[in-house]
């Protein structure tokens, strides 16, 4: 039963000089049920029907004939209100989440659309800090979310492991480095290696041009340079791959930056054939000026390549392998006029999708010392944050529930997911400011009270201990308080649609905030296991609904959702 659709039909006999789909788009949710379920707005009739909108929703109104679908329609000013049966409502809600479970809220929206998400893409040699974690976490929450409304996803991590500072790296390494201390302790050490380098380089500036030197050998191929160049990346995969491990993210594909380095050349010779390419200084740049926007740097004096060539080579490059219907970059706000003159280029290359590409932009994480800063050693490491994080969640959970029996494997899941939840609480393009004390804190609207509310559910359920079925008096939930409950669960499919469409799974976050604390006043109000067998049997599957709408929710922001905790 579509409520909506049953609205739209009533009103379209009334309003003939509207669509159905006009209709259908004006139908609103008002703010609170006291004004109903759904709400029709008539200012936009007045000139129509010649009359003030509260008018015409009075008259209305008033002649919208008896529906077993609806307890009451009455106006409020200008708006017509529409008060549902409770029982039919329930009833629909609640049978859908029980006949869908793990696929509620699931659609068939993108069937046949492929839809890569590039996310994460750290810099290798260089610590995955916690700066990498909103891409990591947002970028692994959007890809779940358009999984699950069909569409075929491919996920990229698009790996710096290319460009100028591999030359800077192999010179330090070359002149200090030692192998057996990168081999035990490769990222920290090649960081130091980094920061020397640059610090050496204010005494003696010849260091800069030994680098770019490196670096064009390693582009023409050099053995030595290859050979370094390789290991560094293989020990830094190797230190990446333990956190990916702890957040449960994989990717379908790690072709880095390196990966587009042979097939620079056909591009940047199709740039050549379009006349695009202006010589400035010995280099080539794409002229801007017309977009106002700086021009973009695509090969340098000595022929090198840069970050945005390779960028436009690699989006190439997916439209020829995967031919996308949407290509989205998961990559910070400091690099929004990297996007847009890039993408800018492809287009006047003459490629029509460069309006599929897709920047999705987030804000700046600092620390509390100041903004972070890799070469001056200012960085908090992702993965040291998400072991603090479980260790003080085996704490807590020691002190709360000692007899818990798998406490390691629920204090990780717990503990990394109040990582998770805290990055995906505020809108993506917020800046904000690490904190210790804020990541590791678990009151209020935090994962582990939302994972809590789960688990409270699942006890419920195992206390309950019956076979839970639909087969339930529906009138028996129409009290506020369960009402409230289904409400908000009836909504979910519309915030997945909506989170994705925004590529903000800040969205489902605060959703299901909202059902845990609904959930919570219908705990806490109306009692579960009642003598009642029939009243008992209702509140039961509301539960189980509930639990199986925060389970869906928690699984697409990438989380977990213990039993017991
Ligand atoms: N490696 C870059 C960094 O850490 C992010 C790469 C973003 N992706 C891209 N296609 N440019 O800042």
Redesign the pocket.
């Known amino acids: 039963m579509d409520f909506k659709k049953e609205i739209t039909n009533i009103l379209n006999e009334k309003i003939q000089d509207l669509s159905v789909s006009e209709i259908l788009e004006m139908i609103e949710t008002p703010p609170n049920s006291q004004m109903g379920d759904y709400a029709f707005p008539c200012f936009k009739l007045a000139k129509l029907f010649r009359k003030s909108p509260n008018v015409i929703a009075q008259e209305i109104a008033s002649s919208v004939e008896e529906n077993k679908l609806f307890e009451k329609v009455q106006n409020t000013a200008a708006y017509v209100n529409f008060f549902v049966d409770k029982s039919i409502f329930a009833k629909n809600v609640i049978e859908e989440i029980f006949s869908q479970k793990d696929s509620f809220g699931s659609s068939d929206l993108g069937k046949g659309k492929r839809v890569i998400i590039?996310f994460s893409?750290?810099?290798i040699a260089?610590p995955f800090h916690i700066?990498?974690i909103r891409?990591t976490v947002i970028g692994n929450a959007i890809y779940k979310l358009y999984e699950f409304l069909g569409y075929d996803t491919v996920t990229i991590n698009?790996?710096?492991d290319y460009g100028t500072q591999f030359g800077k790296l192999i010179v330090a390494f070359k002149k200090w480095g030692d192998e057996k201390e990168v081999e035990k302790n490769p990222i920290p050490t090649l960081l130091k290696l980094y920061i020397k380098f640059h610090e050496e380089v204010e005494n003696d500036p010849t260091l800069e041009d030994e680098g770019r030197l490196w670096f064009k050998k390693l582009e023409d191929g050099d053995e030595e340079a290859k050979g370094l160049w390789q290991w560094f990346r293989e020990v830094s995969l190797k230190e990446f791959a333990r956190v990916y491990d702890m957040l449960g993210i994989s990717f379908d594909s790690y072709a880095?930056?390196s990966f587009y380095s042979d097939k620079m050349p056909s591009v940047l010779n199709k740039m050549e054939e379009k006349n695009l390419l202006n010589e400035s200084k010995g280099a080539d740049i794409v002229d801007l000026s017309d977009y106002n926007m700086p021009p973009a740097l695509i090969r340098k004096s000595d022929g090198s390549t840069l970050?945005i060539t390779?960028?436009i080579t690699?989006?190439i490059y997916r439209k020829e392998h995967y031919d996308f219907y949407k290509n989205i970059?998961?990559?910070?706000s400091?690099?929004n006029l990297?996007?847009q003159q890039?993408i800018k280029v492809v287009e006047l290359m003459g490629y029509d999708w460069a309006k599929d590409c897709v920047h999705v932009p987030f804000g700046l994480v600092s620390l509390e010392e100041g903004t972070m800063s890799t070469r001056k050693g200012r960085v908090v490491f992702l993965e040291d944050v998400l072991r603090k994080a479980v260790e003080q969640t085996t704490d807590i959970i020691k002190e709360k529930n000692a007899n818990l029996s798998n406490i390691d494997e629920i204090a990780k899941e717990v503990g990394i997911g109040a990582v998770i939840f805290q990055e995906l609480s505020n809108n993506r393009i917020k800046d904000y400011t690490f904190s210790w004390e804020r990541t590791l804190n678990f009151d209020g609207e935090t994962g582990p009270y939302v994972q809590y509310t789960h688990a409270r559910a699942c006890s419920v359920l195992r206390k309950a201990g019956i076979e839970i079925d639909n087969g339930i008096d529906y009138t028996l939930l129409s009290n506020e308080e369960a009402m409230d409950l289904i409400r908000d669960l009836q909504k979910f499919p519309q915030i997945i649609q909506e989170a994705a469409r925004k590529y903000e799974p800040s969205i489902v976050t605060r959703y299901i905030v909202d059902v845990a604390q609904s959930f919570n006043r219908f705990y806490h109000n109306c009692p579960i296991i009642v003598e009642d067998e029939k009243l008992k049997k209702a509140r039961l599957l509301l539960v189980y609904v509930a639990k199986q709408t925060i389970k869906n929710g928690l699984r697409l922001l990438g989380m977990k959702a213990p039993e017991k905790m």
């Open positions: 590039e893409s750290p810099n260089k700066g990498h891409s698009h790996l710096g880095g930056e970050y390779r960028d690699a989006a970059y998961v990559v910070a400091q690099q990297h996007f890039w």
